[in-house]
């Protein structure tokens, strides 16, 4: 349904002097989602959304938000009114307490939005008169959020909400951008960590030097590109596999490696070694961060590509 | 109306940044405070003796009268003045004594005079003219028996003459004006274009005219505050006058308009916060010397006069040299306007140059 997509890229491109930073793009999210654009460093994960931010004015393609045309410079601003932001590595006011911060943003917007309200609402109650400066990483993060939804958007981007947190914070912020989604909100993340994309997101955009790679829901990336499962077997007389004619292939430190398709494989190998007691068994299932490094490695790279 | 209030915004949030930011406040107040009271303090050890020039026209045969080298020497021993009697041009005098011709004579008839020449509005016309009127007490007691035998007659000039820190105190305003103006705005500028600040900005409804402003504004705000503190320090350690007058306010809003203007132009070359200082440096600093903040103009050589006349700070240190000082509107004014046209123009320049997004 042509309603619900909240954006629509098509063909974007991106240069930076001679370096194409963004390359031919095209995607579309739909309302409601929580969609993660995932890309190692340099990927142009950054660039891409600050184009749709109404920051970086791109050199070719088209980009529509709420059906609005970017190119439209005047409408600009009511995407702006609509849209919440929190770029990459934000910082607001050093010298303004995390109340005054969001009390400037409101203004900017004449926004009505409670602020003691919202600062409730993301778990910043104990930390509403402290002067940003004084913040840790994770609460500064955390007041970047409540900013970017002063002026109440339907449409949130988080640029690498996480970056640089312990894991401890790296959850909250995690159960706060749940939170958001269960409230309607559409979410635009983009992201280097995997778990981050798996845990979060309804649809995954894979980016690689300014190019898509793959795209699809968590599972689907994993079915798709996560490799096989497999059975790691360490201390093992390989012998006893032979024996059963088991395809292995031996890894390093003596690790055996037996890929398996279903259970009644699995069972197999396993039944084979019970009797060892010295045998250590692992069973690898097939996840994100496996589908990210086939995909990034330059071997599954130039196939997934060529095809 | 949603303009205005978004200006006030970010005015307002400058303002408490400046407010509690202990380095800002060193640079805007104590900076300027500290100059005035080294320099000010160092000059004003110097002896603080006047100059007096004597004409003496009572003269017999070339040899002055006994009466002329008696109040010569009861002037002399007030230990307040350095008496200059060779020849110069009495138009450049500041305090300037005439013994008249038959003064001598005339004191024995009781009706005598002596006349002292000098601006009444002069910064030290009350002690020169109480110290002389102290002489002729205890001449006239000498005179015992008659009746008040010299009057001191004034002569009204106009005078130049002003006191190193007279001359200072409104340089010290300019160089406030302009270094927190030049520093303050590249300084904002380049921390919040790393930090990432101008970034969140531009992706809400603030337009960059509209952060040029509050920031204008803001500046504008601040250099009414730091003048206000140096000229009371200035009145209460130094005990001068300076003429207060709404002039010195535009001359300040000018200001406001000119240095920070500049700041942002250069602000949009520099990039890194650490190159930030070194800018600031080299535009302020000729400008520090060479805009007769120390020094008047008048007495450098003339290439560095000309120099000078491109400076914005010589206009505004000139500007508020007139009005304060010397009470002068015409020639503040017209300072003033100079500084205000620059300042129009750094700030046209700025809005056009400062980048909001592509950054
Ligand atoms: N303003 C710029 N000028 C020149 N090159 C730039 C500029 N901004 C980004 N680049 C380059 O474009 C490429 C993509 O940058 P981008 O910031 O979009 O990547 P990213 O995926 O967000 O990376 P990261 O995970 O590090 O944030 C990088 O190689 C970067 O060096
Ligand atoms: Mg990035």
Redesign the pocket.
Known sequence: MINNIVINIEGLTKT??K?T?VDEISFTVNEGEVFALL?P????????VEIIECLKTPDKGKVEIFGIDLKDKKKQNDVKRKIGVMP?NFNAFDWLTVKENLEYFKDLYSSKISTDELINRVGLGEKMNSMYKTLSGGTKQRVGIAISLINEPELLFLD?PTAGLDPQARRETWNLIRKLKEQGKTIFL?T?YMEEAQELSDRILIIIEGKIVAGGSPNELIENYGGNKSVILKNCNKKILEDRGIKYETGMENQIQIIFDNNEQLFNILSAVTDDPNVEIEIKKPNLDEAFLNLTGRRINAEGLAK | MRTASIIFTVFKGHFKAWRRNKTTLFWTLAFPLLLMLLFGGLFSLQSDKMDLYIENNDMNQNNPSMASLRIIQLINQTDSFNIEDDEGNLEEQTRTIVIPKNFESRLEEGNSSIKLIMDESHQTFPRTSSLINGVINSMNVEKQGVEQPIVLIQEQISSNDISFIEFFVPGVVGIAIMSTGIFGTIGTNTKYRKNGVIKKLATTPLSKFEWIIGLVLYHMLIGIISTSVILIVAVLVFDINMILNPVIIILIISGALTFPGVGMIISTVVREEEEADAAGNVVTFPMLFLSGTFFPLETMPTFIQAFARILPLTYLNNGLREIMVYGNYQAALWNCSIVFVIGIIAIAIAMKVTKWTDL
């Open positions: 930076y002097d370096f930073a890309g460093n340099g990927a142009g994960k950054t660039t891409t990459q690498e983009t280097h």
